[in-house]
């Protein structure tokens, strides 16, 4: 909570210790360039994260559309695979009828093959016997013999009828050897068949699960591709809609500091006091190494390009804070970034109001209001806030404008 001494009470409490110049107008007016310089820096951060959710929602669209190209393509292999089994299932029905026309083939080949042994035999007997009783003295026989003419002409016609029933089955016994011979190429055809079915059958199968098995995968991979980029758009949306509601708290602070100010120098200007006016450097209020000087930064924590607005002296926490000169604490409060913040008017020196504060303390043991004097401890050294650290951050106000403190008042 802001706590500020504006009024006539201030003024009491500064007219012995603070040499008071009057204002001017003009004066009052710088007043407004550190807040300029702050509210640029805060929209060149705010087009940073208009641009980082922009590219978020651009890659969103192209995963999307990845996605939906991805689930067309698990589509189609589901649709590829299904097709595939029921030609499996055709297949199968093919192979089932050839296997069949395989068994009744090795049927016909096997009686194919009985039928021919037998009639091998039954032609190896004809020829047996016509070989025995075709001879060349079956004429002389026919003279020697006392045949009748009746009697050769029987013999004659048996032997030509026993001639004509071998040369009938010899040519049955080719006619067999034939229809064996094409049943043993039906089974062939048939096992050939019966082969080719169950590859293709399997080789199909095979192949549809795995282009289905592929395009499942690659659709899961580009879903979680789309899930993440939706959430870290989002984080954008909510880290973007955090950063305006951070600048709208800053311009209204910003503005809110602008005002005090003008009101503790117009008292100051109302009153005519007599002081000595100081000069030289002021001593430091830490011992500690410099470790972040005055200017453009990166910043350690949010890692945004933007102006550090004071010096940073590196000190244990729990380090005694000294006011380097006589003043005024008119305001104590916390801040999101500045943590624990103590502001300290000091009056007129050199010519120039001269305004002090000290930031990322633990603790303070002054409250507005109260009057300090130089080498007093005020607070201790901390980290709270943005901080990485324990160290103090020293700001100086010059007539009401952020300023280098290390070029030229310490």
């Not at 296997?99 to 049927?107: G, H, K, N, Y």
């Not at 102006?307 to 005024?328: E, K, M, N, S, Y």
Request: proline share 3%; hydrophobic share 40%; with cysteine.
């Amino acid at each position: 909570m802001h706590r500020v001494l504006v009024g006539t009470a201030l003024v009491a409490a500064c007219a012995t210790s603070l040499t008071v110049l009057p204002a001017h107008a003009d004066g009052v007016d710088t007043d407004k360039q550190p807040v300029a310089v702050t509210v640029g820096d805060d929209q060149q951060q705010l087009d940073k994260l208009n641009q980082r959710l922009s590219e978020a929602e651009a890659d969103l669209v192209r995963s999307q559309a990845e996605l939906t190209a991805a689930e067309a393509a698990l589509a189609a292999a589901r649709k590829q695979r299904q097709q595939a089994e029921v030609d499996d299932q055709v297949l199968t029905a093919a192979v089932t009828q050839a296997e069949s026309a395989l068994a009744a083939t090795r049927v016909a080949v096997a009686l194919g093959r009985q039928n021919l042994r037998r009639e091998q035999q039954v032609a190896g007997a004809v020829v047996r016997q016509t070989t025995q009783q075709s001879t060349p003295l079956l004429g002389v026989a026919a003279l020697v013999t006392n045949l009748t003419t009746g009697d050769v002409n029987e013999q004659l016609q048996w032997s030509t009828t026993l001639f004509g029933t071998t040369q009938s089955r010899m040519d049955a016994l080719r006619t067999l050897q034939s229809q064996v011979e094409l049943a043993q190429q039906a089974q062939e055809a048939a096992r050939a068949r019966v082969d080719r079915a169950k590859t293709a059958a399997s080789t199909h199968v095979v192949e549809t699960r795995g282009a289905e098995a592929r395009a499942t995968a690659l659709a899961a991979e580009l879903s979680a591709r789309v899930r993440a980029t939706l959430e870290a758009k989002r984080e954008f949306e909510a880290e973007l809609a955090q950063e305006y509601r951070r600048q709208t708290a800053l311009r209204s602070e910003a503005s809110s500091v602008e005002d005090k100010i003008r009101a503790r120098m117009a008292l100051l200007a109302s009153e005519e006091w007599a002081g000595s006016p100081a000069s030289g450097a002021l001593p430091l209020p830490v011992a500690g190494p410099i470790t972040s000087a005055y200017g453009m930064r990166l910043h350690p924590v949010t890692h945004d390009w933007s102006l550090h607005d004071g010096t940073d002296f590196g000190a244990a926490c729990g380090t005694p804070i000294r006011a380097p000169r006589d003043g005024v604490v008119v305001e104590e409060y916390f801040n999101t970034g500045y943590g624990n913040r103590l502001i300290v008017d000091h009056g007129i020196i050199d010519g120039h109001f001269l305004t002090t504060g000290y930031n990322h303390a633990e603790r303070y043991v002054v409250r507005v209001g109260d009057r300090v004097s130089a080498g007093q401890v005020i607070g201790y050294v901390g980290t709270t806030g943005y901080s990485t650290g324990c160290h103090l951050h020293l700001m100086a106000w010059q007539d009401g404008r952020v300023v280098d403190p290390m070029a030229r008042w310490f």
